[in-house]
């Protein structure tokens, strides 16, 4: 699967920090290639220092034959690189054009903020006469609800681009990425995924449950405030 890597200079937009690029192509399956690049993406966003968003360009959707060679464990390596993706400590922005499915879609619904233009439909794959069953299902259902993908999960059909601008599968449809990404802000550090996982517990978590870590993250906020240094 080809993948490429590239570091982009973000000028005054992302305090003169570098961008990170990765453009996946989905048209190709999951391979140890595609894992490696965007595990090697992952290492370079967490070195928070040098970078200040991992943008990720995805397009294309799997071409019939393409699970062939598929096994279990390529997959759940995949899946495992796709999940550190949705942790990283960078804001990640994913932009998608035209068809995007497999992998593409995979990688779009790991990242937190996604931009697309009017030609984006969003799909997933159909391998044995039905979709396929990975955890893009699972992400498609957790961010839009049941009802709203049903069609998409047990009948193939797409989700056109302002089917997924109201669903919020995307964020800003756009023919102009270039200027939105320009103008979007970013953050870095640990606070950030920790803001990430706050966000996606409250869907799922009781107060109670929830109250321990709100805290605890307002106790790592208060611990680094400067007038407390100073005291």
């Known amino acids: 699967m080809s993948m490429t890597m590239d570091i982009v200079q973000a000028g005054h937009r ?9 453009r996946v192509d989905g048209t190709r399956a999951p ?30 959707a799997p071409r019939q034959p393409w699970a062939g060679d598929l096994t279990l464990a390529g997959l759940s390596r995949w899946e495992r690189v796709l999940r550190r993706l949705e942790r990283l400590p960078v804001t990640t ?3 998608a054009s035209g068809d995007c499915g497999g992998v593409a879609l995979d990688a779009l619904l790991a990242t937190d903020y996604r931009i697309a233009d009017t030609s984006v439909r969003l ?3 159909i391998t044995a ?10 992400r498609l259902v957790q961010q839009a609800g049941v009802a709203a993908v049903r069609r998409t999960v047990l009948l193939g059909t797409p989700i056109e681009a ?5 669903l919020n599968l995307i964020d800003e449809l756009t023919d102009d990425i270039a200027t939105a990404l320009a103008v979007m802000p970013s ?13 996606l517990d409250a869907a799922v978590v009781n107060f109670d449950d929830a109250f321990g870590a709100h805290l605890a993250a307002c106790d790592r906020v208060l611990r680094c405030l400067p007038a407390r240094e100073a005291s």
Do not use: F, K, N
């Open 162 to 166: 302002r089917g997924a601008l109201a």
């Open 93 to 95: 922005i994913g932009v």
């Open 187 to 199: 953050l870095s550090g640990p606070e950030v995924a920790i803001r990430r996982q706050l966000m």
């Open 14 to 22: 992302s305090g003169g920090m570098a961008d990170l690029v990765i």
């Open 31 to 60: 391979s140890a290639e595609a894992i490696a690049d965007i595990g090697a993406a992952c290492c370079a966003a967490e070195d928070r220092d040098e970078y200040g968003r991992l943008i990720v360009h995805v397009a294309g």
């Open 129 to 138: 006469g039905a979709t396929w069953p990975g955890l893009a299902l699972y």
């Open 123 to 125: 799909l997933l794959p």
